[in-house]
């Protein structure tokens, strides 16, 4: 079945970077972007940015501008989002998602917290 | 930046029907698809509207999407409530220049 397969939680101290995967399959890996959301605790969803699996430039939310890589690895159907200088406001639950007709297959959802 | 502002909670009883809103900040939310999705409590996002108005197999016909070019906004309005339908509800739309962005999420009590 399609799915998307997300690394486990990670903690990290304030100023340190994170690299979270999103491994897919049961779909074609090249066919699909694929969007990085993430939730605080309480909050909305806010999107962080996109892939295009096939190639081609990546997309950021300018707040995360500075800060966030999006790559892949077609070899093995993976998405990665690194985020760097992490900072207690980064504490959130972290979600690929395909870009279907819509936001249509989820991650299972990492949890990054930061403290120190 | 281009925003969607959502009512920050609604409720209503079962068997009734809700309307949750989500207004565009500038421009025609006209322009591009508007999606909705459902969060229950510990669980992950899932579609109850594509495209403005189009509902994914197994979603319930109860729901259903609009867009009001009048007003700016997309609508989610779900009929015959059930206690299951309670969750957050969050519109999403691309804005243009590959970026997408969520409305701040409604939360739906049904009580």
């Known amino acids: 079945q399609v799915q998307l397969v997300q690394s486990g939680a990670e903690v990290k101290k304030p100023g340190a970077s994170v690299k979270v995967s999103c491994k897919a399959s049961?779909?074609?890996?090249?066919?699909?972007?694929m969007h990085w959301v993430r939730q605080a605790p309480g909050q909305g969803l806010e999107w962080m940015g996109v892939i295009n699996p096939s190639g081609g430039p990546t997309s950021y939310a300018q707040k995360f501008q500075v800060r966030i890589t999006m790559s892949r690895d077609t070899s093995t159907s993976t998405v990665y989002m690194e985020l760097n200088n992490l900072t207690s406001a980064d504490t959130a639950v972290y979600y690929c998602a395909r870009d279907g007709n819509s936001f249509d297959i989820w991650g299972q959802g990492t949890m990054v917290t930061v403290s120190s | 930046n281009f925003m969607l502002t959502q009512p920050h909670s609604v409720s209503e009883s079962p068997g009734k029907t809700v309307t949750i809103s989500c207004t565009g900040s500038?421009?025609?939310?006209?322009?591009?698809?508007v999606q909705w999705y459902q969060q229950r409590p510990g669980s992950v996002p899932t579609t109850v509207i594509y495209e403005d108005d189009q509902r994914p197999s197994g979603v319930p016909d109860r729901f259903s999407g609009s867009i009001d070019s009048s007003s700016n906004s997309a609508s989610l309005t779900i009929s015959g409530l059930k206690t299951e339908d309670e969750a957050d509800y969050y519109c999403q739309s691309y804005v243009g220049d590959n970026r997408w962005v969520f409305g701040g999420g409604t939360k739906l009590t049904v009580l």
């Open positions: 500038r421009g025609s939310i006209a322009t591009n698809y």
């Open positions: 049961g779909y074609t890996f090249a066919n699909y972007y």
